[in-house]
């Protein structure tokens, strides 16, 4: 589709670049010497640069060198934890949680979770990620910076049940006001944190609610096999069984991490009425030292997507996922024992369409054709570890790095051009996080906001 040069000028053209397309099959191609054509937020057309030379646009980037991608999906991350970056290393999950994150998050103001939650956008938009799916407390505040950041995202406010019924009513009650908010960028679900922190009455609470408000639900489940071998020896199920019996599978779902799912498990995710999706997040596995990853293979064989994601800089240091999508192939190779999966190219379609299922906006973003949204990133191939080109999905996931991307655009507003962040100004918020840091951190007070047990 070309436009003709007598329509009102488009708001931004982007030409001379190599453009990622999916073909009606889904599978990844490449168009080189293409043009995007974008108005009203929305990606008008694909064409060649020719095609584009006579058409009014209110702004050009020439992207000579560079390939253009859908925006990367952070599918579940708890953005304002980059403020505990580096505070809890080498512990096993366990003191992890017990001896330093939880009682370090009792102390969390709103105002500490705006600022960690904006340099996580900074963070975020430099990598390449124009969404995220975050599930964290205070998430008014959240929604503020995204609001203001101009990024994209699934928010939910998460809750325990020893808050009593009052956290799930929270959640409920962020779900309704913020969804449709920053100009329809914000989307939200109901988050219980887990199986194992939230009972089984709470869980149903929470699929009935789902049902009746059209909301999806995002929650952490069979996180690791230490898990599911607990709930088995204390409940007798798993916790994706749990999911099950309490409704929650009959809800659209996202569940992070996974890799405590069981082979009893995939019928059971495979026959649940909602859409269900994964988000893995390698890096963090690795470091924690589980035995498993998220079985990406046979959950996709049961039809079941999975997203990459970052999980929070606690425990990941990171919330690149471009290094996600990198160790998601390589991890995959090793644990299955078969250098042929996951390919270069499987894992740009994990980064693009199965991220945008993952998070429910499969239908918008995820790829870039007519009619989606205008998330597109701008990756410079230039650089001498990128060269010579032999296989450009090969280059992209193995080659290329997150700081190659030079320029971030969501629905058609340019967040960063050439490196520069034109939303979000650094400086201040790491000036004011330090500063707030001494009473963050501060364990002598000995609560904590929840026991790990499992």
Known sequence: MTPSAADSPADLIISA?????????????????????????????????????????????????????????????????????????????????????????????????????????????RAGVTCFAD??????????????????????????????PEGRERSL??????????????????????????????????????????????????????QTETSLARHGVTPIEVLERTGILDTDVLLAHGTGIADRDLPVLERAAGRTAVATAPRGYLKFAWPDTTPVRALRDIGVDVGLATDGAASNNSLDVWESMALTSLVQKSSEGDPRWLTSRQALHHATLQSARAVGLGDSVGSIAPGRRADIVLVDLTGPHTQ???????????????????????????????????????PAVVRELEERLPALVDRSHGRRIQDYDT
């Open 17 to 125: 670049c190599t453009v990622l397309v999916h073909d009606d099959q889904e599978r990844i191609g490449f168009e080189e010497d293409a043009a995007i054509v974008v108005r009203n937020g929305v990606v008008e057309a694909v064409t060649t640069t020719a095609g584009v030379a006579d058409l009014a646009a209110a702004e050009r980037l020439d992207a000579r060198g560079q390939v253009a991608l859908p925006g990367l999906i952070n599918c579940h991350t708890h953005a304002p934890m980059v403020a505990l970056r580096g505070l809890a290393e080498d512990l096993p999950t366990q003191e992890w949680f017990n001896d330093v994150v939880w009682p370090v998050e009792s102390n969390l103001t709103e105002r500490d979770v705006e600022l960690g939650a904006r340099l996580a956008c900074a963070e975020m938009i």
């Open 135 to 164: 599930h964290y407390f205070a998430m008014e505040a959240v929604a503020r910076v995204v609001a203001d950041c101009g990024m994209r995202a699934l928010l939910g406010e998460a809750y325990f049940s020893s808050l009593g």
């Open 173 to 226: 009650e962020f779900a309704l006001r913020h969804r449709g908010s920053a100009d329809g960028r914000v989307t939200t679900a109901l988050a219980p944190h887990s199986p194992y922190t939230v009972d089984d009455s709470d869980l149903a609470a929470t699929a009935r609610l789902a049902g009746e408000h059209g909301l999806p639900v995002h929650l952490h489940a069979a996180e690791n096999r230490d």
């Open 388 to 426: 010579p080109v032999h296989d450009l999905a090969a280059t992209l996931v193995h080659s290329a790095r997150s700081a190659d991307v030079r320029t971030a655009i969501v629905d058609g507003r340019i967040l960063m051009r050439d490196r520069t962040l034109l939303t979000i100004d650094v």
